[in-house]
């Protein structure tokens, strides 16, 4: 990748028209360990929720107990 852009290793994609520029001169100065950070934390967010969905779709529906007819009610 280096050699197809002169050595220089601040080039990544514009996400807007698919080429390739020099972030530096783009002014974007994202680093990798803030989008490792930013990814985790939403991954972390989405097993979180799916674990309570789990959790409330496991329990039986809530409601008044009915009770048994005996003899003496009608």
């Known amino acids: 990748q280096r050699r197809v852009h002169g050595g220089r290793t601040s080039h990544g994609l514009d996400i807007n028209d698919g080429s390739t520029k020099d972030m530096v001169e783009a002014g974007v100065l ?4 803030t989008k490792y950070w930013a990814i985790k934390f939403a991954t ?3 097993v979180t929720v799916l674990k309570v969905d789990t959790i409330i779709m496991a329990k039986p529906a809530g409601g008044p107990k009915t009770r048994p007819q005996g003899p003496d009610d009608e």
Do not use: G, I, M
């Open 44 to 46: 972390e967010a989405a």
């Open 30 to 33: 994202d680093l990798a360990l």
